[in-house]
């Protein structure tokens, strides 16, 4: 099935919310001082169906001194790791009871095909569920002799405070909960701040953390674009921020915590590549290039967009890729057997647009797409592979975030690292080929936060973060933890 001729599904249902009017405050929905409204737009349609606040400062004033109430003053501040593992154990279960509605109302926000997002609720549950796992962590007497003898330190892990946490609009659920679960464990406060096209899809987590019992003013929610997300950066309360979306919006928070000695995350874009070597399976390849290259429409920040091939099997990799991009349907982000939706906005899929026109106008060949798709209605941008890409062109340097990839042609096995680390970006990758101690050699050598080996996928037990351009810090694992304590050293005498 292709976007063109792809019937509005069937299995469309209503969103549990659309036009809303509130925030979350101090533990309960509390109307917006807002004067003014965000749409939600069906990317499949182009239709409106939603909206939300643009919260005033009245509105992210009142989140954050709850906040900071709830963290200094409020039941929270004494409450165990090994009890708030239990309550985030809770919210799990409460987050999976809502799966259906969030995988309604996520696909009709940024049009993600529903395969994807029924996951993002058990996903989200994993989350939380090995976070809580990791509150021995906090738990363990950290004690540490003086070097010279007679005195001892013992290392306090202490909550940061309140944190705010900005998610993005591909995966608006998995990208917020991978931040607000360690925040939770390590006894801080939150605000979160949803991207404005996908604000309604995370009312869901925050009605978990309700009915699993989180004290009021320890988890808030506020609506809003860029201006509120600048408020919320830069206000006296917030003691840490953790953000992911773009390089440039990045670096102005970046500046901003800077300026103002205050600790942040950044989990920024990415220009990943796939290694394919001389000795690689390329159904192996095949089999796994949909996940690594093009996962959620391109709209992914660690797929390797970029797929480097041998000049020996250049060809026979080109046709490989081609043939598989092309079997995979478009269309209707609620049907079943959709892999390819649309853009999640108008604004997304002007930027693929340019990206298209650049590649056809630098010389690189379309082997399968390279136009918007003729859907009459919707973002639908023909899923493409070029070939006969150079390093110099803009899709081979700059992230495209949509269903775009470039296969670029190495030499020999030093061409093809010095290839994948010529960017400036240095998030995800991976390496195919039949000897596993090959494919590791040669990740080893990739200038990347992470690398998969025949496969590419984030491990909750494992840091994920970017190098350079790809942002600061990490997230998962008992180092996605450490961002949200700050270290108190003891220092007594002994015997």
């Not at 998610?167 to 939770?184: D, E, G, Q, R, S």
């Not at 990943?272 to 959620?296: E, F, H, K, M, P």
């Not at 010389?363 to 390279?370: E, F, H, I, K, P």
């Amino acid at each position: 099935m292709s976007a063109t001729d792809a019937p509005p599904s069937t299995r469309r249902t209503a969103p549990r919310w659309s036009h809303v009017d509130d925030c979350f405050v101090d533990g309960a929905w509390t109307r917006s001082a807002a004067t003014e409204r965000l749409p939600l737009v069906d990317p499949a349609t182009g239709e409106e169906w939603g909206s939300v606040p643009d919260c005033a400062a009245d509105d992210v004033d009142a989140a954050l001194a709850a906040a900071d109430r709830a963290f200094r003053t409020g039941p929270w501040a004494g409450t165990a790791p090994s009890e708030r593992a239990a309550l985030l154990l809770r919210i799990a279960d409460e987050v999976e009871a809502r799966a259906a509605d969030m995988a309604v109302t996520n696909t009709l926000e940024n049009g993600s095909p529903i395969g994807e997002t029924r996951g993002a609720a058990a996903n989200a549950a994993g989350i939380l569920r090995h976070v809580a796992g990791l509150a021995p962590w906090l738990e363990d007497e950290d004690v540490r002799p003086f070097p010279a003898g007679g005195a001892e330190t013992v290392v306090r892990k202490d909550p940061v405070g309140p944190c705010v946490l900005i998610a993005p609009w591909n995966f608006p659920i998995n990208l917020m909960v991978v931040k607000l679960a360690p925040a939770l464990l390590a006894g801080c406060t939150v605000v979160m701040k949803p991207a404005p096209g996908t604000s309604l899809s995370i009312r869901f987590v925050v009605e978990a953390c309700a009915a699993a019992g989180v004290p009021a003013g320890v988890v808030n929610l506020v609506t809003g674009g860029g201006e509120v997300g600048d408020r919320l950066v830069r206000h006296p309360l917030t003691a840490k921020v953790a953000f992911t979306g773009s390089t440039p919006v990045g670096r102005r928070i970046a500046a901003a915590c800077g300026e103002l000695l205050r600790p942040v995350t950044l989990e920024l874009g990415g220009k990943s590549s796939a290694i394919v070597l001389d000795d690689a399976d390329l159904g192996q390849v095949s089999a796994a290039l949909l996940r690594t290259s093009l996962r959620n429409t391109g709209q992914t920040c660690y797929i390797a967009t970029r797929i480097l091939a041998p000049s020996a099997r250049y060809d026979e990799v080109v046709d490989m890729v081609t043939r598989t991009v092309a079997a995979a349907p478009q269309g209707d982000p609620f049907d079943e057997a959709t892999v390819f939706g649309p853009m999640a906005s108008q604004a997304q899929y002007d930027v693929v647009r340019g990206y298209l026109a650049s590649a056809h106008d630098e010389g690189a060949r379309a082997t399968t797409g390279g136009r918007p798709a003729n859907t009459g209605r919707g973002w639908f941008i023909e899923p493409t592979v070029f070939a006969d890409v150079t390093p110099d062109m803009r899709i081979a340097r700059e992230e495209v975030f949509g269903p775009v990839v470039s296969v670029l042609r190495y030499d020999d096995l030093d061409d093809a690292v010095a290839l994948a680390n010529d960017t400036s970006f240095g998030l995800g990758g991976v390496v195919f080929s039949s000897d596993p101690v090959a494919g590791q050699a040669v990740a080893e050598r990739m200038d990347t936060g992470s690398v998969g080996v025949n496969f590419f996928s984030s491990n909750h037990n494992a840091p994920f973060g970017g190098r350079h351009d790809s942002g600061l810090g990490v997230e998962y694992g008992v180092e996605g933890l450490s961002q949200y304590v700050t270290y108190k050293s003891i220092h007594r005498p002994v015997g």
